[in-house]
């Protein structure tokens, strides 16, 4: 992945540093990869960019070769990897590369106004939109309900954010190297209440790839990871819809057919990147993906039980909150991070002694969410 951040790099070039340093790590060079499994969510309105995976493919040298363009809002490149994964699998393909990429910062000439509108159009577009929903919104009424249900509160959302922020610290990718403090994160601008300043995740520009082989090709490769599980699944998108909006049974239902396929229970994880686009989203998710028990998913973080050094470690990368989110990057990224961790290989941020991990990306009013579980090949 490059660092995710704010970069003056057109999406072709962005991907391509990926894309790259995907090929590099694999040992294999375009001639070998089949075909091309790619993300990208808002290029159409940010940078009057479509029709961008020939573009990309050309770019890294896969002109000719098939390429297909996912979009799903925050969860595109975990599509892609989906579909990548299937594949394979099906034995249509036995290399193939998948990644995705996403500018969202000032760089593409459009300010904090103009890209939350944008984002906004992921929204239902008759009852939402027209109210003037936007993201920072729809997680906000997400938490309020968990709020009300659990009696979760601001303090321990701060504490997702201290923690994140601090692992960030350790990951030279990550936007943010900063930390912060409980008092800092209470302190900040409301953004949409409960939701300040340190709570959202922020605009980034970024991109991420991953190469996928078949498993009879797997051993040929240095250090490969087993995809075990990936489980992808859907809800209504207006929130008015849902019928327990916090408790995001996409989430669940995504997480269920990825432990089935891997044949783990949430007990056998040790570690768990998941979409925190908001500090209340990761405690929904947490609470989802079955890492701590329902409605204990702020109290988990305030105990430290979900910190690099706790007993379920949580967006060791920084997750979204510091590591960044370009949207349509955001998904491969938290693929490369698992790899990466099960390898052995995350430098600063390493964890000790994992073995299973499992992703989570959502899009939209956690309306689509893949999870995907992965291990270290035995
Ligand atoms: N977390 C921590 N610090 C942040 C931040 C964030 N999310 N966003 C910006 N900052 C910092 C900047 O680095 C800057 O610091 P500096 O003054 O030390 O340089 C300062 O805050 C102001 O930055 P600016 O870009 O002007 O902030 P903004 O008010 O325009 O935007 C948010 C801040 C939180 C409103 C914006 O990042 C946002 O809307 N994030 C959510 C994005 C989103 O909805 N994504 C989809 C999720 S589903």
Redesign the pocket.
């Known amino acids: 992945m490059t660092k995710f951040g704010v970069h003056d790099t057109p999406m072709q070039e962005l991907f391509g540093e990926a894309a790259f340093a995907a090929f590099d790590d694999a040992g294999v060079g375009p001639d070998e990869v089949e075909a091309l499994y790619f993300g990208n969510a808002m290029g159409g309105q940010t940078e009057n960019v479509t029709h961008l995976g020939p573009q990309v493919a050309t770019h890294v040298g896969l002109a000719g070769k098939p390429v297909q363009r996912y979009e799903d809002?925050?969860a595109t490149s975990a599509n892609a990897f989906k579909n990548a994964v299937e594949a394979v699998e099906s034995g249509r393909h036995d290399v193939v590369l998948a990644g995705g990429v996403e500018r969202?910062?000032?760089e593409t000439g459009l300010?904090?106004?103009a890209?939350?509108r944008i984002?906004a159009s992921?929204s239902h577009r008759q009852y939402e939109q027209p109210t003037g929903l936007?993201?920072?919104a729809?997680?906000a009424l997400l938490t309020k309900r968990h709020m009300h249900e659990h009696g979760t509160t601001e303090e321990q959302l701060a504490h997702v954010?201290v923690k994140n922020?601090g692992h960030g610290s350790l990951n030279p990718k990550a936007h943010?190297g900063?930390e912060?403090t409980v008092e800092e994160a209470l302190d900040?601008?409301v953004?949409a209440d409960p939701?300040r300043?340190?709570?959202?995740?922020?605009?980034s520009d970024g991109a991420s790839a991953v190469v996928v082989v078949s498993d009879d090709l797997a051993d040929s490769f240095d250090a490969p990871v087993d995809v075990t599980g990936v489980g992808h699944a859907t809800d209504v998108v207006p929130l008015a819809d849902k019928d327990t909006p916090h408790v995001t049974q996409a989430a669940r239902d995504a997480a269920t057919t990825a432990y089935d396929q891997a044949a783990v229970t949430a007990d056998e994880v040790d570690f768990a990147e998941v979409?925190d686009?908001?500090t209340g989203?990761e405690v929904l998710a947490s609470e989802a993906l079955g890492l701590v028990e329902d409605g204990q998913g702020g109290i988990a973080a305030a105990e430290g039980r979900t910190r690099r050094d706790g007993e379920m470690p949580i967006n060791a990368s920084g997750g979204?909150?510091?590591k960044g989110?370009p949207?349509g990057a955001t998904g491969t990224a938290q693929i490369v991070e698992l790899t990466k961790q099960l390898r052995g290989t995350a430098g600063d941020h390493q964890l000790s002694g994992v073995e299973c991990g499992v992703a989570h990306n959502?899009?939209?009013d956690a309306a689509t969410t893949v999870v995907s579980v992965m291990e270290g090949r035995a």
């Not at 300043?197 to 605009?203: E, K, R």
Request: proline share 9%; aromatic share 16%.
């Open positions: 809002a925050c969202c910062t000032p300010d904090t106004d890209m939350t984002f992921a936007t993201f920072p729809v997680f954010a922020h943010f900063k912060t900040g601008p953004v939701f300043l340190m709570d959202c995740c922020p605009f979409h686009c908001f989203a979204l909150k510091a989110h949207i959502l899009g939209g």
